[in-house]
């Protein structure tokens, strides 16, 4: 059964950190793009930073310069260092799979709640 799991998440005051870890298995996702996304209450689901194999495809602007992804395929995992937090950076985070060739993520985490106070 292929099954990302996220951990990490937590209570943290503005300007602190936290990374955020995104264990799959199942299968090998060493060539998958991978994406860490975020929801808020009462707002969208929105791509934070993504990755294709070892490259980095993107961050959104409010994270750039705070939020770096990064993975260790020896282990199967996705990274996901937040610094400088802000209370906005507030949500649920969910790591997510998608396979070379496929036009959408097609595997999903469960989440983890971050939390940031001011």
């Known amino acids: 059964q292929v099954q990302l799991v996220e951990s990490g998440g937590g209570l943290v005051q503005s300007g602190e950190s936290l990374r955020l870890s995104c264990s799959a298995s199942g299968r090998a996702f060493s060539s998958d793009s991978m994406g860490w996304f975020r929801q808020a209450p009462g707002k969208e689901r929105e791509l934070v930073a993504a990755?294709?194999?070892?490259?980095?495809?993107y961050y959104a602007d409010s994270v750039k310069g705070r939020f770096t992804i990064s993975r260790d395929n020896a282990k199967n995992t996705v990274y996901l260092q937040m610094n400088s937090l802000q209370p906005e950076d507030t949500a649920v985070y969910y790591c997510a799979a998608k396979r070379t060739g496929r036009m959408v993520y097609d595997t999903w985490g469960q989440g983890t709640q971050v939390t940031v106070s001011s």
């Open positions: 990755m294709r194999g070892p490259l980095v495809t």
